[in-house]
């Protein structure tokens, strides 16, 4: 068991930015995938950003080139830089730790996760 808890949310203008983080107590997580999703009122979850225990990033095409992930093993922390925010960007925001080094399947429920940060994104 790994507790993750993010942080870094708030309400922001369209066009600027804000970084979340993720930060875990418990256990480290240095070799496992972790990804951000996010969930809007109304709508399902979906992966925005994910990074394997090799370093390798993957973006949702509706983030690409604005957001980038990060992490910071030997603190137990990742990172999400969200730069030209969009209103539809606007969702809460979850931390996830997968169960193994790379993950095939993202939609599903495993691995650890936090509570989430709220971001919303005014016109």
């Known amino acids: 068991q790994v507790q993750l808890v993010e942080s870094g949310g708030g309400l922001v203008q369209a066009g600027g930015s804000l970084r979340l983080s993720c930060r875990a107590s418990?256990?480290?997580?240095?070799?496992?995938?972790m990804g951000w999703y996010r969930q809007a009122p109304g709508k399902q979850r979906e992966l925005v950003a994910s990074?394997?225990?090799?370093?390798?990033?993957n973006y949702a095409d509706s983030v690409k080139a604005r957001f980038t992930i990060s992490r910071d093993n030997d603190n137990n922390a990742l990172y999400l830089q969200m730069n030209n925010l969009k209103v539809e960007d606007t969702a809460l925001y979850y931390c996830?730790?997968?169960?193994?080094?790379?993950?095939?399947?993202?939609?599903?429920?495993?691995?650890?996760w936090g509570q989430g940060t709220q971001v919303t994104v005014s016109s």
């Open positions: 996830n730790r997968r169960l193994s080094t790379w993950s095939i399947d993202w939609s599903t429920d495993e691995g650890s």
């Open positions: 418990g256990s480290a997580f240095s070799i496992y995938a």
């Open positions: 990074v394997t225990g090799g370093g390798r990033e």
